[in-house]
């Protein structure tokens, strides 16, 4: 089975971004990001409403980091500490040596390529230092800018499944990416 640990916190950077650990000094950035309709409309989970929700959010961040059960980090461009967005690893599956990844960007960021970056740094840490031999992304089928970005990565479409999330007084298809180490490619 594959061994999981988190200790310590790797900071990760890009070009253009840095990525590190999400702290309750930034409620006010992830209430922006978690209570943006825009931000949320492909996310299937509840709005956060309030700065008790965000600290709600990025203590739920924390505990899988200190459990190594899943890894988030805030994005920040470079010379900024303001996050525009979370990424990351969780769903774990240690004994499949697979993770699911999950991300998302304040909408006044979104077409700048960010996201394409960002990805190729969380899939270079998933397959190099966690070691995992596949990753997936759950998508909901409409968001086609999420799709593009996973196609761009090398990520290729697993399945379709009806209706299978119910959230909201409604139920949701969602679209299972993939993408295996010996496809990844910096």
């Known amino acids: 089975m594959l061994e999981i640990n988190f200790h310590p916190f790797k900071n990760l950077e890009t070009e253009r971004l840095f990525f590190r650990r999400i702290t309750h000094a930034d409620a006010e950035e992830v209430l922006a990001l978690r209570g943006n309709p825009e931000a949320?409309?492909?996310?299937?989970?509840?709005?956060?409403?309030?700065?008790e929700d965000a600290i709600g959010h990025i203590d739920m961040i924390n505990e899988k980091i200190d459990s190594n059960v899943g890894i988030n980090w805030g994005i920040t461009l470079k010379g900024s500490n303001k996050i525009i967005g979370i990424i990351g690893h969780y769903r774990i599956q240690p004994e499949n040596h697979r993770a699911e990844i999950g991300y998302m960007i304040l909408p006044e960021h979104n077409g700048k390529g960010y996201v394409t970056e960002a990805l190729k740094a969380i899939l270079d840490y998933g397959f190099n230092d966690m070691n995992l031999h596949s990753i997936e992304a759950v998508i909901d089928p409409e968001n086609i800018a999420s799709e593009k970005v996973l196609q761009k990565n090398g990520f290729v479409k697993e399945a379709h499944i009806l209706e299978n999330e119910y959230f909201d007084g409604k139920f949701w298809d969602t679209v299972i990416y993939s993408l295996l180490k010996r496809n990844f490619t910096k």
Do not use: D, E
């Open 40 to 51: 949320m409309k492909y996310i299937p989970r509840p709005l956060a409403l309030s700065i």
